[in-house]
């Protein structure tokens, strides 16, 4: 099966492997639905000693949203057999062939050799953790969603949705929805990393005419950064983040939302 790491479809099967050390349980339901945007969860196993009480949060998840339960006892203290265990049961996995991306859920840093080592085989890895991942564990992965970002509201505004938390007011005028929303996106423009990525990922796919593809555009963002989420900045969508930035047109044809830099 030929994929494009920039297109992803709902048909894809994932196999879904979860730390149970370093993921956070009132998250899972959040965690899974944004993995059905890339793909079916085809397996769903969580590792850990089973027998420690600190796991006792996970144990009613697991009927609930049907994930295996993989039993790995701590043989030494220091050591952690959870880690080992889930990285040969993903390339016992790799091996059969049956999939088209892995879904890793841990902040931890050791599964970093384990994604490059998927990736060298052609699919594709999704990483999920939280924002104290080390860099070396997001860079192996294709796309990584930090958990933070799932917690949020659904239906928050985005400023709501804001990593970088824009001060609350008291009152819900428009007036006062409207000076909020206009801190964030200064706040937006004055982040040197996330505008010099918006202007390399436009540059490295705008045609002739000056126009880029806004799909073509995520997924460059995506190949330059593999963390990069408009819901890290405040927005769902990135029309919307670009949109902010106050850099760029933006038109909707038939084919898709493009964008051209404002001269």
Aim: charged letters at 25%; a positive charge; one cysteine or more.
């Amino acid at each position: 099966m030929i994929m494009s790491r920039e297109v992803q479809f709902k048909s894809d099967r994932l196999a879904v492997l979860i730390d149970a050390d370093n993921a956070n349980a009132e998250l899972i339901e959040a965690l899974l639905k944004e993995v059905a945007k890339y793909g079916t969860s085809h397996v769903k196993r969580i590792y850990g000693d089973w027998t420690n009480t600190q796991l006792g949060k996970w144990k009613d998840k697991l009927n609930k949203f049907a994930i295996q339960p993989m039993q790995q006892f701590r043989y030494t203290t220091g050591k952690n057999a959870t880690d080992s265990a889930l990285i040969i049961d993903a390339m016992d996995l790799l091996y059969t062939r049956s999939f088209d991306g892995f879904c890793i859920v841990s902040s931890d840093s050791d599964f970093t050799r384990l994604a490059s080592r998927i990736r060298e085989s052609g699919l594709v890895v999704y990483g999920f953790g939280e924002k104290k991942t080390p860099e070396a564990f997001i860079s192996a992965c294709d796309k990584f969603i930090y958990t933070e970002i799932l917690a949020q509201s659904e239906d928050a505004s985005p400023v709501e949705f804001a990593s970088d938390k824009v001060q609350e007011k008291t009152n819900n005028t428009p007036s006062a929805t409207s000076d909020t929303t206009a801190v964030a996106s200064q706040k937006l423009k004055s982040n040197k990393k996330i505008m010099n990525l918006l202007k390399d990922a436009y540059e490295a796919v705008d045609e002739e005419n000056g126009w880029a593809n806004l799909g073509a555009i995520g997924g460059q963002l995506t190949k330059l950064s593999p963390s990069f989420d408009p819901r890290n900045h405040g927005y769902k969508k990135l029309s919307d983040l670009i949109q902010a930035t106050g850099r760029f047109e933006v038109k909707k044809t038939p084919k898709g939302t493009h964008i051209k830099a404002k001269s």
